[in-house]
């Protein structure tokens, strides 16, 4: 599966964005979905995971309560709703995908990575 996420930009402190990940290619119901961030000088870090069928979803506590990840198996889309901005926030976003049932956390148990899109939030 080859995956492509967008919608990253500018936005100010306690604002939002909503970045959409998309697959090609098929069996995207097969696979259990992630987002990861990677912010400047630092290691990728979990954001999220939402299970095969949008349900069983986890988060990261730095991002419990803000964020929110749902699937559109239909469109073989993933999102990722981003509330309540903060300026730690900012970096460099992927979504990933896996088969892979435990460790949902770790970045080497995904197979296929999207692009990456920047999430720039100001103060």
């Known amino acids: 599966v080859q995956l492509q996420a967008s919608g990253g930009g500018l936005v100010q402190a306690g604002g939002s964005l909503r970045l959409p990940c998309v697959a090609s290619?098929?069996?995207?119901?097969?696979?259990?979905m992630g987002w990861f961030r990677q912010a400047p000088g630092k290691e990728r870090e979990f954001v999220g995971q939402?299970?095969?069928?949008?349900?069983?979803?986890y988060y990261a506590d730095s991002v419990k309560g803000r964020f929110t990840i749902s699937r559109d198996n239909a469109k073989k889309t993933m999102f990722l709703q981003m509330n309540s901005l903060k300026p730690q926030d900012t970096a460099v976003y992927y979504c990933?995908?896996?088969?892979?049932?435990?460790?949902?956390?770790?970045?080497?148990?995904?197979?296929?990575w999207g692009q990456g899109t920047l999430v720039t939030v100001s103060s």
């Open positions: 990933a995908a896996t088969t892979v049932v435990s460790g949902r956390d770790q970045a080497v148990n995904y197979h296929y």
């Open positions: 290619g098929s069996n995207f119901r097969n696979y259990f």
């Open positions: 939402t299970g095969r069928s949008g349900g069983g979803t």
